[in-house]
Structures are given as structure tokens and as C-alpha cells.
């Protein structure tokens, strides 16, 4: 699958992202996913809210096993922890995530989200049930 196909059929499945959330590089154990914080909502202070950041690390991990798995494959975020590091500086915040582990029906992803600065803003670890 290209990153353009990667992205339609993100984009496809969760309009509300396209063409803000765009993946910027695939593999099968890592991809990159890129957004400008202009697009994600503000909490108080002016940071990207938490909320926010969770949905970006879920829409890596989600992307990088529809990479993986193929565009037909069932998956669905079980659980996750996100830690806030401190607020990303504004501009262009980048979700990395690497497959930990993939068994049989579950996988584990990590995802780093660095801001514009490439300093580590959050950190999240996301188990997927794939099918």
C-alpha cells in the first residue's frame, strides 16, 4: 500500500481528519503521522489538549496496522496510557509509532509525539485487537 493510498483510506474512514492528518511515512513496524497543532484543539494555557493528543497517538497505531494488516482488517483500540511529557510548541506535531509486539489477534504499538522542535511532547502505549 502507497502513502497515498494509506492516506485516502484514513481519510476515508475518518473524514474529520482529511487533509489535516497526513501520514508521512510507513513501513512495517513504524510510521510517521504528521499535523499542524493549528488543527487540534486548544486546552487551557493554549496547549493541544490531552484529548487530542490521545486521538493522534490511536490514529498512528490505528494507520500503521492498517499498513501492516491490509485495508480489510478489523482493529480496534483496547487500551492505551498517554503520558503528557510537557505542551508541544506550536506547529507541525509528529505521531511515531513502532509495533512492539503483534500476536496473533492483539498487537502492542508505541507512539512519541514530538513537536516542532523534535523534543518528545507525549508518549503512549496503545494495545490493538486485530482481526
Not at 494509506?6 to 504528521?34: C, K, M, Q, Y
Not at 484529548?51 to 496496522?65: E, N, S, T, V
Not at 505542551?87 to 516542532?116: F, I, S, W
Request: aromatic letters at 4%; hydrophobic letters at 45%.
Amino acid at each position: 500500500m502507497t502513502l497515498d493510498e494509506l492516506n485516502a483510506l484514513i481519510w476515508g474512514e475518518f473524514p474529520e481528519h482529511a487533509p489535516h492528518h497526513r501520514v508521512t511515512a510507513a513501513a512495517p513496524d513504524a510510521l510517521s503521522l504528521a499535523v499542524d497543532s493549528a488543527d487540534l484543539r486548544r486546552g487551557p494555557g493554549g496547549s493541544v489538549s490531552g484529548p487530542d493528543q490521545l486521538q493522534l497517538a490511536d490514529l498512528a497505531g490505528y494507520a500503521l496496522l492498517k499498513y501492516r494488516a491490509g485495508p480489510h482488517s478489523s482493529i480496534r483500540l483496547r487500551s492505551a496510557h498517554l503520558s503528557c511529557l510537557y505542551a508541544p510548541a506550536p506547529g507541525v506535531l509528529t505521531a511515531r509509532a513502532a509495533l512492539l509486539k503483534h500476536a496473533k489477534r492483539n498487537a502492542e504499538v508505541r507512539v512519541d509525539l514530538l513537536d516542532q522542535e523534535a523534543r518528545l511532547a507525549a508518549s503512549a502505549s496503545l494495545l490493538f485487537s486485530v482481526r
